[in-house]
């Protein structure tokens, strides 16, 4: 599972819109927390928390569902 944000519009961003979100953190390799967001629609492509394009690799997930489920996973960028 990827992402390919750019620009042609196949897998530009992360496509959650089978699941209602209800919060959405992503991690970088070292655990670091890159992004997160509350009620996410699909509004990440590949940005740090502050809007920086981050580089290429493996990045993982926790992800707050549907009245409390938990999904944890990995999302690769590829540019």
């Given amino acids: 599972q ?3 944000p750019n620009g042609d519009n196949k897998n530009d961003f992360f496509d959650l ?3 209602d979100v209800q919060s959405l953190e992503i991690f970088n390799r070292y655990g670091t927390k890159v992004y997160s967001r ?3 629609t699909n509004e990440w492509f590949g940005q740090s928390k502050d809007g920086d394009e981050l580089p290429v ?3 993982y997930y926790v992800m707050k569902y549907q009245g409390g489920k938990v999904k ?3 999302v690769y960028i590829n540019r």
């Fill in 38 to 40: 509350a009620n996410y």
């Fill in 72 to 74: 944890t996973s990995w």
């Fill in 57 to 59: 690799g493996t990045y």
């Fill in 17 to 19: 819109s089978s699941f």
């Fill in 2 to 4: 990827g992402i390919s």
